[in-house]
T-cell receptor
Framework: KQEVTQIPAALSVPEGENLVLNCSFTDSAIYNLQWFRQDPGKGLTSLLLIQSSQREQTSGRLNASLDKSSGRSTLYIAASQPGDSATYLCAVRKGNNDMRFGAGTRLTVKP | NAGVTQTPKFQVLKTGQSMTLQCAQDMNHEYMSWYRQDPGMGLRLIHYSVGAGITDQGEVPNGYNVSRSTTEDFPLRLLSAAPSQTSVYFC????????????FGNGTRLTVT
């Protein structure tokens, strides 16, 4: 059974810092890995999707990497802003009935 | 473009009552799914559908029913609500198979007393 772990559970940083969020998974036979952002009381917003054949994806200040062999993905946020404060979740997809989510990292960026 | 729309946003039920959570998408997505999110846990898949007339169980299907009569709609039915079903429920959709991103609704917060 796929297990997805996100460490740390919470992170607080001053504005302007570069930061890395971690996601690890136990089964490397995946279709893709997706990073989401969740604001309080809201749904999940897709940030980046990395296919199993890819190593990284970039969107603006965000960069996500994938190392399938070690079961790890990182989400790098450059020059963090207070508006980046949210919970970040990763999810690995193996099939239509097999998408596993991590519990998330709650990020606070202080002005 | 509305994306994925869930109703209601909030609901309180008494134990034993039944209700239907609505989910609609306007992106012509074949794949739709329901998740529940509980504190400290990741989202867990309840049921999913790969097209109209086709549904299947996910990780935690007990106590829930689904149907898919149209491409756009995928309602989730609670047959006899229990306090253990207190949770936030999310509907998600995507095109095609497993290599496309999921799009989520804003969720329904359900409390069963």
């Amino acid at each position: 059974k796929q297990e997805v772990t996100q460490i740390p559970a919470a992170l607080s940083v001053p504005e302007g810092e570069n930061l890395v969020l971690n996601c690890s998974f136990t089964d490397s036979a995946i279709y893709n890995l997706q990073w989401f952002r969740q604001d309080p009381g809201k749904g999940l917003t897709s940030l980046l999707l990395i296919q199993s054949s890819q190593r990284e994806q970039t969107s603006g200040r965000l960069n996500a990497s994938l190392d399938k062999s070690s079961g790890r993905s990182t989400l790098y946020i450059a020059a963090s802003q207070p508006g980046d404060s949210a919970t970040y979740l990763c999810a690995v997809r193996k099939g239509n009935n097999d998408m596993r989510f991590g519990a998330g990292t709650r990020l606070t960026v202080k002005p | 473009n509305a994306g994925v729309t869930q109703t209601p946003k909030f609901q309180v039920l008494k134990t034993g009552q039944s209700m239907t959570l609505q989910c609609a998408q306007d992106m012509n997505h074949e794949y739709m799914s329901w998740y529940r999110q509980d504190p400290g846990m990741g989202l867990r898949l309840i049921h999913y559908s790969v097209g109209a007339g086709i549904t299947d169980q996910g990780e935690v299907p007990n106590g829930y029913n689904v149907s898919r009569s149209t491409t756009e709609d995928f309602p989730l039915r609670l047959l006899s609500a229990a306090p253990s079903q207190t949770s936030v429920y999310f509907c998600a959709s995507s095109t095609g198979q497993g290599w496309t991103p999921l799009h989520f609704g804003n969720g329904t917060r359900l409390t069963v007393t």
